[in-house]
């Protein structure tokens, strides 16, 4: 059974940071590419960054204020958020996707809450 278990979520103030881990158990997970997404009140589901067995890929609006990176022998996936602003507050959801494109699985979410 395939699991994504997101954590690290939470309140901030603007200009904080938080670091978001997405454990996976049930797949090797050095042949996917991990992602996060994260999806506002009223909004559709965006894209934030990516990660593949090298390489990565930002939407603009993150682009130099988060990173993210991976861990093949804890089988985790992590998102830096730095510089926090209030539009960054959403629920946050981490993607696996096989580099095979035979695989697509998704977290639960946690939330992100950009706050004073």
């Known amino acids: 059974q395939v699991q994504l278990v997101e954590s690290g979520g939470g309140l901030v103030q603007p200009g904080g940071s938080l670091r978001l881990s997405c454990a996976a158990s049930?797949?090797?997970?050095?042949?996917?590419?991990m992602s996060w997404y994260r999806q506002a009140p009223g909004k559709e589901r965006e894209f934030i960054a990516r990660?593949?067995?090298?390489?990565?890929n930002y939407a603009d609006s993150v682009k130099g204020r988060f990173t993210i990176s991976r861990d093949n022998a804890k089988n985790t996936a992590y998102l830096q958020m730095n510089s926090l602003k209030p539009e960054d507050t959403a629920i946050y959801y981490c993607?696996?996707?096989?580099?095979?494109?035979?695989?697509?699985?998704w977290g639960q979410g946690t939330q992100v809450t950009v706050s004073s």
């Open positions: 049930g797949i090797t997970f050095r042949r996917y590419a």
């Open positions: 993607n696996a996707t096989a580099i095979t494109g035979d695989g697509v699985y």
């Open positions: 990660i593949f067995t090298i390489g990565t």
